[in-house]
């Protein structure tokens, strides 16, 4: 069946690099989503690749996709205390449903 | 502007208690969606609606009915409400690869 991990915390040092990394088992999926929620808030799209791709570049955002390990990574520059929050990846199949992994607490300390 | 609204945005209830979460959209998308967010579970579909008229089962849609009379509302209803069903639930509706979601509905069922 379909399933999404991801590691449940990372904690960062403002300035610094954050790689948030995700697994997906279903091959077919089409498209591969990172979402972040803030405290209290909904879910926001950062960033999307579709699967024929390998590397998506959007500002501080670097999505890299390794389609034969079913790997995705969402790596952030400069990370911001602003950028605390949990992400979540998903990936579809026709881009109504969404299978989301179970999201990564992002904590930025100064 | 693009919009997903749920009311209401927050609920305590007792168990046993009917209640519909209301969820209405305004980009006249023909995919609505139910999902409710739990720790360590991620994001898990209760139903979905391709049209009007038109809905079907998610991965968890058990205590859970859905309707959808017209394009724009979908609205979850919980017959008999049981604590299980505490959570934060989230509308989205979706058009070619985006999913917007809503704001959250925390629900808590003593």
């Known amino acids: 069946g379909e399933d999404v991990e991801q590691s449940l915390f990372l904690s960062v040092r403002e300035g610094d690099s954050s790689v948030i990394n995700c697994t997906y088992t279903d091959s077919s999926s089409t498209y591969l989503y990172w979402y972040k929620q803030e405290p209290g808030a909904g879910l926001q799209l950062l960033t999307y690749i579709f699967s024929n791709m390998d590397m998506k570049q959007d500002q501080r955002l670097t999505v890299l996709l390794n389609k034969k390990d079913k790997h995705l990574s969402l790596r952030i520059a400069d990370t911001q205390t602003g950028d605390s929050a949990i992400y979540f990846c998903?990936?579809?199949?026709?881009?109504?449903?969404?299978?989301f992994g179970t999201g990564t607490r992002l904590q930025v300390f100064p | 502007e693009a919009q997903v609204t749920q009311n209401p945005r927050y609920l305590i209830t007792v168990t046993g208690k009917k209640l519909t979460v209301t969820c209405s959209q305004n980009m006249n998308h023909e995919y609505m969606s139910w999902y409710r967010q739990d720790p360590g579970l991620g994001l898990r579909q209760i139903y979905y609606s391709m049209n009007v008229e038109v809905t079907d089962k998610g991965d968890v849609p058990e205590g859970y009915k859905v309707s959808r009379k017209e394009k724009r509302n979908f609205p979850l209803i919980l017959e008999s409400p049981s604590p299980n069903q505490t959570s934060l639930y989230f509308c989205?509706?979706?058009?070619?690869?985006?999913?917007?979601f809503g704001p959250g509905t925390r629900l808590t069922v003593t």
């Open positions: 998903a990936e579809s199949y026709n881009t109504d449903k969404l299978i």
């Open positions: 989205s509706t979706s058009d070619s690869y985006e999913q917007y």
